[in-house]
């Protein structure tokens, strides 16, 4: 399977052990993309899950026991 047809693999800033994806020699698979820092910033928890309430997901968690 081609998985170029079959995934859409997407990374931004990625760090740390197993960030090296796929390739044996260590390079991303051509069909991969990479996030801008601008992109990233949507995916936030506090911007991503905030929705039409304005729920702050990181101030719930922190009244958290």
Same mark, same amino acid.
Request: glycine share 10%; charged share 20%; proline share 5%.
């Given at each position: ?10 990374? =931004? =800033?990625?760090? =740390?052990? =197993?960030r090296e994806v796929t390739r044996m020699d ?5 069909w991969s993309h990479q996030l ?8 936030? +928890? ?10 702050? +997901? ?6 958290? +026991?």
């Amino acid at each position: 399977m081609n998985m170029s047809n079959a995934a859409f693999d997407v990374n =931004g =800033g990625s760090g =740390g052990n =197993g960030r090296e994806v796929t390739r044996m020699d260590g390079a991303r698979a051509a069909w991969s993309h990479q996030l801008t820092a601008q992109q990233v910033a949507q995916f936030a +928890p506090r911007v991503f899950l905030a929705g039409k309430d304005r729920w702050d +997901p990181e101030a719930a968690a922190a009244k958290l +026991p």
